[in-house]
């Protein structure tokens, strides 16, 4: 039995998933959903790999599992996705993702020998469901980052942007299947499979150390508060709308809150002891924004102030106007004024 390049790669994705596994279960504190669900994914990569090594090396006869697996993976997205961005998961919920890879499992087990002859419809199917995952969880994502508009005056740590790639990333994992597939030479299927392994290591690595970044930044919406972005604005008595605008104006003017970097809505709520709901319902409907760029808008009008006013330089001007990320402040200012900050003090001295 001779050991291939690929199987190294097979080998550190097993012991990387299972020192992951290990750094998990030896955290003391109460594990919030996030970790569950990455003790799922490591367990499942850990089974599957072990499961491609035996049915590759077996001189023995096997079950075919491949499908089963394949039924896995979708619902894992799916979850981890979901894991990042809500607090809880419903266990009903969850069960329902995993009905397709049950059904499955019992197929291969017990009517394995009529199965054989359906291998590649098999395959288009678990393609077609995985694929369908990932663009659920890309509108997980997108949803989310609506959220994140109306709740927080900056989000470019939480934004997700790597999940985002990661299944893009995926994608091409699906389309590099689909061409090995296709493909009978050696070469390119032992290439191919290679370029599968490396992938899977990428997004294990990925899955642990960003995902606990994530989790770090962002404590989880409740799922109601995830459900509110599909919610139709609701009325507020015109008096009590008007009240409540003035009580804002005043305050945003009197304590800039602005200058914040990491003012939420929550906070302006509190202070203001205006409720989340109505506070967000008062800035949509007076302003036409949402609350990241209310917020912003009263960041680039004095980001502007100082700029023209001042000789400080742009990153003190930065910091001193609620930004904490170069990136993002270049990015809003841009949006805002079509100039980047360079750019503007230059035509303001013309």
């Known amino acids: 039995m001779s050991i291939t390049i690929t199987d190294i790669v ?15 279960l030896f955290i003391k504190i109460t594990k919030p959903v996030f970790l569950k669900v990455l003790i799922a994914i490591c367990l499942l990569i850990i089974l599957h790999f072990s499961y491609l090594f035996y049915e590759k090396y077996s001189i023995t006869p096997y079950i075919m599992l491949g499908p089963f697996f394949g039924f896995l993976y979708g619902p894992i997205y799916y979850l981890y996705t979901k894991s990042l961005i809500v607090k809880s998961l419903s266990i009903k919920k969850v069960f329902i993702q995993f009905v397709p890879a049950i059904i499955s499992f019992f197929c291969l087990i017990f009517f394995r ?10 395959t288009i199917l678990v393609i077609l469901h995985f694929i369908t995952y990932l663009l659920i969880a890309l509108r997980i994502i997108y949803r989310y980052r609506r959220l994140l508009k109306n709740t927080t005056s900056s989000f470019y740590n939480i934004s997700l942007r790597w999940m985002e790639y990661i299944i893009y990333l995926q994608f091409i994992t699906i389309v590099v299947v689909f061409f090995h597939s296709k493909f009978h030479s050696a070469f390119v299927t032992n290439s191919l499979i290679f370029v599968i392994y490396l992938l899977v290591l990428i997004l294990i690595n990925c899955f642990y150390y960003l995902g606990l970044k994530q989790v770090r930044l962002f404590k989880g919406f409740a799922e109601e508060d995830e ?9 507020i008595p015109d008096e009590i709308f008007n ?7 005043r305050y945003m003017e009197e304590e800039k809150p602005y200058l914040e970097f990491d003012l939420s809505l929550q906070d302006l709520s509190n202070r203001l002891s205006i409720s989340k709901r109505n506070l967000s319902h008062i800035i949509n409907k007076k302003y036409n924004r949402n609350f990241f760029d209310y917020i912003n808008n009263f960041r680039i009008e004095m980001v502007k102030q100082d700029i023209l006013s001042t000789e400080k330089s742009i990153k003190e001007i930065m910091y001193n106007c609620g930004y904490s990320n170069k990136t993002t402040f270049h990015s ?3 949006k805002y004024t079509g100039l980047t900050p360079n ?3 230059s035509m303001g001295k013309k």
């Open 243 to 249: 009240s409540y605008i003035n009580k804002l104006s």
């Open 10 to 24: 097979g080998i550190l994705i097993i012991y990387q998933s299972i020192a992951f596994l290990g750094s998990i």
């Open 332 to 334: 809003i200012f841009k």
């Open 343 to 345: 750019q503007f003090r």
């Open 113 to 122: 020998r009529e199965i054989k002859g359906f291998v590649d419809i098999a």
């Open 227 to 235: 459900r509110k972005v599909e919610q139709n604005e609701y009325q």
